[in-house]
């Protein structure tokens, strides 16, 4: 079973950013070691978090430009579905499918959070975003272009 342990590899050097995926790490391997009489309500304590976490950024997004149709939301909301599905096997007495589900998630989240979730990071900091506050302090220099929609990832590969 593949684990997930937070690293310097996991910061993007955006703490409020930095925190959120800290916790989620925390979460996960909560999840992970749970014997199966707590894996469901550990499952749900991680999909709660997962659901304001992923929130979060989408909010930034828009706040910053992003479609709500770009490609990292995109992956948010599939995510997030399985993780429902992963909690409905697990109610119906598919600890298994859980516990598979939850290594699958520990592969995911590092190659998300250094390629989406660093773009996301990247691009706030070039918008002068914060997002305690989502105040944005440096939106002039643009061109009439760079006030349309991001519809790819962010990075420059899908864009």
Known sequence: MATLE??????????IMD????????LLA?????PDETLLASWQELLDHTTGHFGQEDR??????????????MQHRVVLE??????????S?????LREMASELALWFPQHAQSMD??????LRREGY???????????GHSEADHQLITGCGGQMCA
């Open 6 to 15: 937070w690293s310097d590899a996991l910061s993007l050097d955006l703490p």
């Open 19 to 26: 925190d959120t995926h800290r916790e989620f790490v925390e």
């Open 93 to 97: 007495g598919n600890p298994a499918a």
């Open 130 to 140: 914060d997002p305690a506050t989502g105040v944005v302090s440096s939106p002039s």
């Open 60 to 73: 930034w997004m828009l706040a910053t430009r992003f479609s709500s149709v770009n490609c990292h939301s």
């Open 118 to 123: 660093a773009a996301l990071a990247l691009h």
């Open 30 to 34: 909560t999840a992970q070691r749970a």
């Open 82 to 91: 399985v993780m429902r599905e992963g909690a409905a096997l697990a109610a």
